[in-house]
Nanobody, 115 residues
Framework: QVQLVESGGGLVQPGGSLRLSCAASGFILRPNVMGWYRQPLGKQRELVATISSGDGVNYAGSAKGRFTISRSNAKTTVYLQMNSLKPEDTAVYYC?????????WGQGTQVTVSS
């Protein structure tokens, strides 16, 4: 089993920044991919960014140039630095761990971008 605990969400004004963290514990195996997804209210969950255990990264178009995903040296914590936030970034953000096609999800953290 893998447990994921997210932190760092909150309320921020448009143009502001937030940093999300996700700590993974349990039976962590490699190679794996960790990432962030988000689900706006009333909409489907969507990819934000992923990073592999080899540090390969992938971003959704909406995240490119504004968000940066990274991992700790131990590869068990993943971060999402979000800059230039927009109201349309408002969503519940979920951490994901994928190993051999099996997904684990965190409980989600709310990000609200509003003035």
């Amino acid at each position: 089993q893998v447990q994921l605990v997210e932190s760092g969400g909150g309320l921020v004004q448009p143009g502001g920044s937030l940093r999300l963290s996700c700590a993974a514990s349990g039976f962590i195996l490699r190679p794996n991919v960790m990432g962030w997804y988000r689900q706006p209210l009333g909409k489907q969950r969507e990819l934000v960014a992923t990073i592999s255990s080899g540090d390969g990264v992938n971003y959704a178009g909406s995240a490119k140039g504004r968000f940066t995903i990274s991992r700790s040296n131990a590869k068990t914590t993943v971060y999402l630095q979000m800059n230039s936030l927009k109201p349309e970034d408002t969503a519940v953000y979920y951490c994901n761990y994928n190993y051999m096609g099996r997904d684990y999800w965190g409980q989600g953290t709310q990000v609200t971008v509003s003035s």
